[in-house]
């Protein structure tokens, strides 16, 4: 069975700009979860989506969203970059709540 | 928030020698999870615990849920280079409202085995 997967692995924009990046779990899982990581916060959870919609968020602004599709796949986006986004942005796919949850490779992102 | 205390930040040990890490916590958890994370990777999954006063064991990675349900550890026997890396702890409370497949991690420790 196939793993998580991230596109792209890396990306470079600039301040100002926005970014999408995609996440298909593992097949048959349902519940996508995606953290930001970086040196300074650590592993930072962002969101969860089960079924096309979003059950529970973290505390990060607005400029962070996501979606989900009829196929599980996931989609974040973040407005507006500014340099402190920069980060490693990980998805997590699991099967139902409370189980375990695989991470993906992560897509690095740098804003210049 | 909940937050994860984990300790030691780092370990630097020869090979063959045992590691034991630990991670502690204010709030109760309900599963604990430990990771190892390589760089430029995403963390890959070691060892679940769900229930209090659970051992379980992967090769030579052995975890156990504390009886409190704030604590958990993780025990590495006869290191091998390949060893080296960041692990991660991670916990869950129960599904629902605010939980919703957010796990919170602990700092991390950073492991090297010296040949």
């Known amino acids: 069975k196939a793993g998580v997967t991230q596109t792209p692995r890396y990306l470079i924009k600039t301040r100002g700009q926005q970014v999408t990046l995609s996440c298909s779990p593992i097949s048959g899982h349902r519940s996508v979860s995606w953290y930001q990581q970086t040196p300074g916060q650590g592993l930072q959870f962002l969101f969860e989506y089960f079924s096309e919609t979003q059950r529970n968020k973290g505390n990060f602004p607005g400029r962070f969203s996501g979606r989900q599709f009829s196929n599980s796949r996931s989609e974040m986006n973040v407005s507006t970059l500014e340099l402190g986004d920069s980060a490693l942005y990980l998805c997590?796919?699991?099967?139902?709540?409370?189980?375990?949850?695989?991470f993906g490779p992560g897509t690095r992102l740098t804003v210049l | 928030g909940q937050q994860l205390n984990q300790s030691p930040q780092s370990m630097f040990i020869q090979e063959g020698e045992d590691v034991s890490m630990n991670c502690t916590s204010s709030s109760i958890f309900n599963t604990w999870l430990w990771y190892k994370q390589d760089p430029g990777e995403g963390p890959v999954l070691l060892i679940a615990l769900y229930k209090a006063g659970e051992l379980t064991s992967n090769g030579r990675l052995t975890a156990q849920f504390g009886i409190t349900r704030k604590d958990s550890f993780l025990n590495i026997s006869a290191s091998i280079p390949s060893d080296v890396g960041i692990y991660f702890c991670a916990g869950q409370l129960d599904a629902g409202g605010t939980s919703y497949g957010k796990l919170t991690f602990g700092q991390g420790t950073i492991l090297t085995v010296h040949p």
């Open positions: 997590a796919s699991s099967s139902g709540p409370n189980t375990e949850q695989f």
